[in-house]
């Protein structure tokens, strides 16, 4: 009989909360607002916050991360959030709508920030980004991250580079203020996007092997360690097609996949997980960014002879244009020839060169056939040598 | 020294007709208005329609394809047009602005017929599209035609199917009346998109051998079999990497890059086209349509075992969907696996799928590995599981 156990059901198709009834006329048992205080792996027990037992053949980790909170004095003022999950979510929203917030700051020019800078400003609330590091979205190129300061520029959202957050306090003007290396800033509300911590703390407990990372060790079945338990998603490593290593990297769609995966396997039906290359994309006002397989830093430091060329092109063909720019950087090794990573951003196309390039790292294509890579032209998609080849072609001079 | 020869010079990039002098001073001698009679091969010498001859030690035959005009009576009146190069557009386009005409009729529901419709419409004239067969872009399965056709209703282009063109005539009413097994329709301009007819005598009359297809015969270095000729483009044949044979491809991106492995080639950089795997599309008013590697029918010619699926998904993430609609069709062979082809059509993302798939496609990925494919996740672009997914486990299940 399988138990689902956790603080509440979030139904994200519906972008609703829902409750246990909605899952039992299903044959699914639910336990909200029950936590699991630990695991015995011999016994195959689990012992619930409520003090009772729940014997398992089969157990499945899937405890996830939570969103990072900056250890500062006032973090956890009314007015200061968080963004992790649908219940976080709602929670901000009718935060924004009871309070009638004008000023927000939002700490970390991650995706969250770069999403929610858009969607704060969307509602009508002057937002302000600030980041410790020189600038955002680290992993891109410093030209790419010019672009979108600029953009964010465009949309009347500041971006504070190089500001540490000191200490939050209740405002008089609004109602907090953000205290920093750089000065005091006026906030309604203030939102935290600065990373997430791995929940693996009980699977530890219960003897679970963690890997290099200090996720959650699995197999490509999503097994761990122990026998009959299984970990998917946010808690857990996922293998690295390009890295060739198990890595952690904790985005939604590969913690979908790897809940299939593990679905099928304890279903009877063996399936391996096989594994990732790094895809991701946002999107930031009217820029689309995006990024696949391993920037050179990070293959540099994983052994690579990392190569890299960067070209300004167009994502539609040269006739149609109109002042567009799609910017794409490709990372290849000198050593194998092989494609390594990229990176992609414009007002449009950005994501579709990353779709194509996710699936050329895949494959583990050379730089080579990358600039010959038969894509599908036509005028409003992109030019008879696509910015991906023009790329290519660049790199390969250099290789 | 090179030579070029030729009817006119095109520049596409600036959309002008070049004189031989912008290309003098650049070193190149070009022959204007100037035909090839006969190459001889054993000499090395070709004739020209002057009576003059030059000797070469390299030859590119470049001779392309020309568009055909349907063999009725009244094909060649004023305002009846073919559109295959920058001639045919600029000489269009005068007719169209000096007769200020009202009503257009495109003979051919392909791509000249799909784009021109649009361009058509946009100048406000009122146009009508016919051809032979029951639905327009054969290569698209009917479900998808269909959502064409409705997109063409909405527009206001109505699709005439399984119409044939009888004669065309000088009008009344409207400069000409095309005459068809169904009636007559009234047209200032009549645009024939019936397809190419590839140039290929002059290098069979030389002794070049022809592939099954009927065009130029080449090497993955686009060399033909007469040792030091070379043809590139829609008058010679191309590998596929998935029919795993040369086909007959006649696309421009594949002409731009035969030109370019032929010019590595002759300047001493060996260098192999690694040939297509039949990636194209277009835009028609709001859909976007493609498609990539074989059919069913193809991929059955072939020897093959196809099976397919086709689901109706979404471009992007569900709780950001407006009523976005995206089609994917999937082919894979029952014995080995693998993908063979794919098509995709909606408002918006379906060329980024057939991106993806195209690489796929290109690498021999099995369907399995489809279903799992790392992407760029994020909701403007698509969901967690993407549409790519969705029809990949569900061909999977048909496997």
Redesign the interface.
Known sequence: MPYYIGDVITD??K?VIRTPEDFQKNGINVRIKTRVEDIDSQKGLVRLSDNSSLPFDILVMATGADAARLDIPGADLDGVFVLRNLTDALRLKAYLNEKECRKAVIIGGGYIGMEMCEAMKNLGIQTTVLDVLPRPVIRWDAEFAKMIVDELGKNKVPFLPETRPLAIEKGIESRLVLKTDKGALDADVILMGVGTRRNAALAKAAGVEMGESGAIKVDFRQQTSREGIYAVGDCCEVFH?VAQRWVYFP????A??QGR?AGQNIGGRPTE???????????VFNL?V???GLTEEEALAYGFQPVSAMIWGLPIG??MAKGEKLGVKLVADKTTGKLLGGQCIGEKGA??????L???L??G?PIE?VG???????P??GG???AIHVAAQELMKRM
């Open positions: 994200y198709k972008l097609r985005l939604g769609d590969i979908n996949k995966v997980f096989p594994g990732i290359v790094g895809a991701q994309s946002f999107k689309e995006g990024a696949t040269r006739p994501v579709q060169r990353i779709v194509g996710s699936v050329a895949w494959s294509l056939e010959y890579l038969d894509l599908p032209y036509a409003p998609f008879a040598w696509d």
